[in-house]
């Protein structure tokens, strides 16, 4: 799972087997560790609530997502979850998408769970 940070926007991209393990309940979790034992994580799951949610507390970003809406996503041909949330005077988006292969880098970079991408697109 990849996180990316740009503006007031975040955004998590998930490959297939993410998307499968995600879509059978599972959690998915990644940790970045700095210097002096620093950390910040970032957690992706599924609830039964109908809205979906995120939140930052201890060093922990956890977003939220409706089981149904994370099936019906992982299966079909749309590439991503988007929603927004209120932070204090301004407005989080959040994205959930499909980690699209990229074939302009170097085969070794290449991720071979990535989904596959629309012919005529590169990266």
Known sequence: MKLRFRKNSLRLRVN???AERLSSGAILE??????ENARISYVLK???DPSP??????????VTAPE???????????VGIYFE???????LQVA?????????IPAE???PDAFPRSEGKNC
């Open 16 to 18: 297939r087997r993410e």
């Open 30 to 35: 990644e940790e970045i560790r700095f210097p």
């Open 46 to 48: 599924t609830s039964s």
């Open 53 to 62: 949610g995120v939140c930052f507390r201890d060093g922990v970003i956890r």
């Open 68 to 78: 149904a809406l994370v099936r019906d996503w992982a299966a079909g041909d749309s």
């Open 85 to 91: 949330v209120p932070a204090d005077s301004a407005v």
């Open 96 to 104: 959930i998408e499909k980690d699209l292969e990229c074939i302009d």
């Open 109 to 111: 970079e290449r991720d």
